[in-house]
C-alpha cells in the first residue's frame, strides 16, 4: 500500500512593493499610535535632559527622532513576522517519499 504524498503548494512570491506594503504600512501606524502614547505621557525635552543633556534638539525634532525610531521598532518586528511566515516550501527541498 503506497501513501498519498500531500501535494506541494508553492505560492509565487509577491512583488516587491507588496512586501514592503506589508512590512513599513502596519509599523507606520503602529509608530504612530506609539508615538502618541508615548508622548502623551513624556515631554520629549525632559527625556533629552536625562539622556543627553549636551545635545541642543528642538520640541518638535525630538517628536520625530521618536517617531522614526519607534517606526524602526515596529518594522523590525513586523519583517521578523514576515520572516517567519515564508512557505517553507521555498526553503526545504522536496523530499523523495511517497
Same mark, same amino acid.
Given at each position: 500500500?503506497?501513501?498519498?504524498? $500531500?501535494? +506541494?503548494?508553492?505560492? /509565487?512570491?509577491?512583488?516587491? =512593493?507588496?512586501?514592503?506594503?506589508?512590512?513599513?504600512? /502596519?509599523?507606520?501606524? =503602529?509608530?504612530? +499610535?506609539?508615538?502618541?502614547? +508615548?508622548? =502623551?505621557?513624556?515631554?520629549?525635552?525632559?527625556?533629552?535632559?536625562? +539622556?543627553? /543633556? $549636551?545635545? $541642543?534638539?528642538?520640541?518638535?525634532? =525630538?517628536?520625530?527622532?521618536?517617531?522614526?525610531?519607534?517606526?524602526?521598532?515596529?518594522?523590525?518586528?513586523?519583517?521578523?513576522?514576515?520572516?517567519?511566515?515564508?512557505?517553507?516550501?521555498?526553503?526545504?527541498? /522536496?523530499?523523495?517519499?511517497?
Amino acid at each position: 500500500m503506497k501513501l498519498r504524498a $500531500e501535494p +506541494v503548494i508553492d505560492h /509565487p512570491p509577491r512583488p516587491l =512593493a507588496q512586501r514592503l506594503g506589508a512590512i513599513l504600512w /502596519p509599523s507606520f501606524f =503602529a509608530a504612530g +499610535v506609539a508615538t502618541a502614547a +508615548v508622548f =502623551a505621557h513624556f515631554d520629549p525635552l525632559a527625556l533629552r535632559d536625562l +539622556v543627553w /543633556p $549636551e545635545l $541642543e534638539i528642538s520640541r518638535g525634532s =525630538a517628536y520625530t527622532l521618536g517617531f522614526f525610531l519607534l517606526w524602526s521598532c515596529t518594522a523590525a518586528s513586523s519583517l521578523f513576522t514576515w520572516l517567519l511566515l515564508r512557505p517553507s516550501s521555498r526553503f526545504n527541498p /522536496p523530499t523523495g517519499r511517497m
